[in-house]
């Protein structure tokens, strides 16, 4: 996969008009695999991978977009299906891309391996002799000197070495080569591009990700119960979790009122949060684009929203719920989406599902808007419902949403009877006696990711492998160059001077101008010492 | 206190008014390398004027051209300028600054290329293209100087974006030299013999070269902007490649050049084909930079609108 290669290197192109006659079961795998470690299969596997990430960005991806997914397949559930058999919506793991990045990898091992034993080869042995004619180079150069033929000789010895050539002397003539340097960066690049693949392979396994939202006087821990969700690579083990604990003592949003668009613009999002490991506990502040690294883990600032305290009584007074409740934000204004269940303590199972309004205000139709990110008047609604919150099945339920099929609404929409409405302190009754509901306080939440990722450490150095081998690879040259000296036993002499280019170098002739001015330099010099 | 975003604005039409008559020179320019074309030139011969490697003096209307060229950049550079006093940050933190700085960079390039080689035939392409550009970003992308928000609050947002819209400059210069060295090698192949300006133009496998190092150039820049990319995305959103839309096209643009590269090397690739994977290139350049960026949805949704 060496672009600018040298000229006299054997990409396998060639080796197939040849290899004609039948082939027997070594010769068909040779065949093959000096198929796949060609340029031309390893370019059309590099437009193959180009056009296959394509559809990756076309249709939602569950790594990157899950809702986009969902959404989708509520939308078109027929199209999802095919899609989904077709592995679309997992493109970057799905079989036909992997077996892209596969091949290419694999044709491109094949490709450095030879290439490198070829390279080690060229790095130990001397540049090639001097060949015989010179003048039929296309970048030559002739002149005619004075001095003996040794001390030219030497003279060109010198002006290459100081070129950075590497040397040899023969008997009339000097051959150099220089910019190995080339083919060794251009390794490196490669080998890092394997480092990369290598490092996600072997770290993937080992790192995890946790999920947790955490509320004003919460605390987290970290080990797994204390996680709303996780997802752990495939040997992961509980022990690796470092112990530590978080505890967010406030969150502290800075905001800008734009009086032209009407719009807040948020400045700052910071969370003064506690971390108590076996050292001791000391204070952190959180923000985002400021993670906190600590015991190989990053803790980050991904979300935050508001979490009002929901009080309920039963009939007789006893508080059967008393908690604060995230309500995940829905737009900028963070006008946000709650649930609260209360399976237990009252006369019936009960769901209520609701919105919390930071700074509400009425809109034309009644309806309840917030025109700011801040709780300068927060309101809290709620629609019930009651019946069977489905919570005793034992089937895992996501607290964020409220399966509505088996409860029957009691309040809001088409039940005759409002929403309960709330504002910061109130209480108001249930339906039917059930007790009543109080908006006790005010708490934001924020949550947090925790990352252990292995894989970073061998990606982060083959990148800087790969920007090193790239821009050495691309700016070096490799370059032969040749002095011969002819002299005619009278004092005088012909120095010619030929230039090869090994790989692509638009600057040769160039080049081989320099050289021979600088041979005529360190002439001068000699002379007149 | 001034108002630095109005007198920005002020400034990015003032550009584009001076760019307006540099686009005119230049074309003149060409239309004047045309009428002074005597002869053809037998196709696929060497063209001594064009192919000793740009020891012609300029034509006066490319002096002209050049001229105002670097007044419009001036004016540009101050637009920008203002426009970075204004949100007392980089001038390249939404679509509309993006614009106004990959474009900045475009001419940047551009006359940067002037000391090194002549490339004044690309005159009208570059002024009319940045025209175009800036004339699209300001009327359609245009949003108001509004504050970081705290995911973009980070030294890389210097660093990633200025990198892209480097690369981005070298992209377009690029992609322009390959087009021309595809009519080019039409031309040289007899296929658009009557069209003389062609032979004003050097020949293709200079071009090919001159597009190549300007594209290199450019993939270095653009494997930088990925680089940095992911160490940002790791700190901002957690981890440091999520296959993101943006991530995404970044990634098939990556490809893609390196594609370009290696087509160079390959054989029955090298020439026309390669000149037509820089374009595909460039077109996926635009591509993430329009499209990408207002009709998809992803966490580089910076765009204002």
């Known amino acids: 996969m060496e672009p600018l290669r040298p000229s006299d290197y054997d990409d396998g192109t060639e080796a197939r008009a040849i290899q004609q006659p039948a082939l027997g079961f070594v010769g068909a795998g040779r065949f093959v695999w000096r198929q796949l470690t060609s340029m031309r299969t390893a370019l059309i596997l590099l437009l193959l991978l180009a056009l296959a990430a394509i559809p990756g960005s076309l249709v939602p991806q569950r790594s990157s977009d899950p809702n986009g997914v969902v959404q989708f397949r509520r939308d078109d559930p027929e199209l999802f299906e095919v899609l989904d058999a077709l592995q679309l919506f997992d493109t970057f793991t799905s079989a036909w891309f992997s077996s892209i990045y596969l091949l290419l990898f694999i044709s491109l091992v094949g490709c450095i391996l030879p290439r490198t034993s070829h390279h080690l080869k060229a790095l130990t042995s001397p540049p090639p002799a001097t060949p015989s004619r010179l003048e039929r180079f296309e970048h030559y150069r002739v002149e005619t000197t004075h001095g003996a033929p040794e001390q030219l000789l030497r003279t060109a010895e010198e002006t290459l070495r100081s070129r950075g050539y590497r040397v040899v002397v023969q008997k009339d003539s000097v051959s150099g080569e220089r910019g190995y340097l080339r083919e060794t960066a251009n390794l490196l690049f490669h080998f890092a591009l394997v480092g990369i693949l290598l490092g996600l392979a072997l770290g993937t396994g080992f790192k995890y990700q946790g999920q947790r939202v955490l509320v004003e006087g919460q605390t987290f821990t970290n080990q797994l119960t204390s996680y709303d969700s996780f997802n752990p690579g495939r040997f992961f083990s509980d022990s690796t979790l470092e112990p530590y604990s978080l505890m967010l003592n406030t969150f502290t949003p800075t905001y800008q009122f734009d009086l032209t668009s009407g719009r807040a613009n948020p400045l700052d999002f910071a969370a003064d949060m506690t971390l108590t490991d076996g050292s001791g506990a000391r204070d952190v502040v959180l923000r985002v684009n400021q993670p906190l690294d600590h015991q190989g883990t990053s803790v980050y600032l991904l979300g935050n929203g508001f979490a009002p305290w929901i009080t309920v009584y039963a009939p007789d007074g006893d508080v059967v719920f008393s908690q604060p409740v995230a309500f995940l934000p829905q737009d900028s204004n963070l006008t946000s989406l709650g649930v609260v269940k209360i399976p237990d303590g009252l006369a019936s199972q009960l769901g209520m599902i609701g919105f919390f309004y930071p700074s509400a205000v009425a809109l034309e139709t009644g309806a309840l808007t917030s025109v700011y990110p801040e709780p300068d008047q927060p309101v809290l609604t709620l629609n019930v419902f009651r019946g069977d919150l489905g919570l005793d099945e034992g089937i895992p339920r996501n607290v964020y949403s409220l399966d509505t099929e088996s409860l029957t609404q009691v309040t809001g929409g088409e039940t005759g009877r409002d929403s309960l409405v709330m504002g910061l302190g109130e209480r108001v009754d249930l339906p039917s006696g059930l007790g009543s509901v109080e908006f006790t306080e005010l708490r934001r939440f924020v949550s947090v990711d925790v990352h252990r990722d292995p894989t970073q450490l061998p990606v982060a150095l083959s990148a800087v492998g790969i920007m090193a081998g790239l821009i050495v690879t691309l700016f070096v040259t490799r370059r032969r160059a040749w002095i011969r000296i002819t002299g005619n036993g009278k004092g005088e002499a012909r120095v010619e001077f030929a230039a090869l280019a090994r790989g692509d170098d638009p600057g040769l002739g160039k080049g081989l101008d320099e050289l021979v001015h600088a041979f005529s330099k360190v002439e001068k010099s000699t002379l007149r010492e | ?305």
Do not use: C
């Open chain 2, 1 to 305: 206190m001034m108002d630095f975003a109005y007198l920005s604005l002020v400034g990015v039409y003032s550009a584009m008014a001076v760019y307006t008559l540099a686009f005119v020179a230049f074309t003149w320019d060409l239309a004047r390398r045309y009428s002074a074309t005597p002869a053809l030139v037998p196709a696929g011969a060497a063209n001594p004027a064009t192919d000793a490697e740009s020891s012609q003096p300029w034509g006066p209307f490319q002096r002209i051209g050049v001229t105002l060229l670097v007044l419009a950049w001036v004016i540009h550079l101050l637009a920008a300028i203002g426009r970075g006093i204004a949100g007392n940050r980089v001038p390249w933190a939404n679509m509309f600054e993006f614009g106004l700085t990959s474009t900045l960079l475009i001419v940047a390039v551009f006359l940067g290329t002037l000391l090194w080689k002549d490339l004044g035939y690309l005159g009208a392409y570059i002024t009319g293209f940045v025209l175009l550009a800036l004339g699209v970003v300001t009327v359609n992308f245009y949003v108001d100087v509004t504050p970081l928000p705290p995911a973009l609050q980070s030294a890389w947002l210097v660093i990633h974006v200025f990198v892209a819209s480097l690369g981005t400059a070298f992209f377009a210069l690029g992609a322009a030299l390959s087009a021309l060295q595809l009519a080019r090698a039409r031309f040289e192949a007899r296929d658009m013999a009557k069209a003389r300006i062609m032979n004003t133009l050097p020949s293709s496998s200079i071009m090919e070269s001159l597009a190549y190092r300007l594209n290199v150039v450019g993939f270095v820049f653009w494997s930088f902007t990925l680089i940095a990319g992911a160490i940002w995305a790791e700190r901002a959103w957690g981890r440091y490649w999520g296959w993101d839309v943006k991530e995404v096209w970044t990634f098939i643009i990556w490809v893609l050049f390196a594609g370009y590269i290696h087509a160079r090397a390959t054989r029955g690739w090298r020439g026309s084909r390669a000149a037509w994977l820089a374009i595909i290139g460039f077109g996926a350049v635009l591509f993430n930079y329009t499209v990408v960026n207002i009709a998809f949805t992803g966490l580089h949704s910076y765009s204002g609108l």
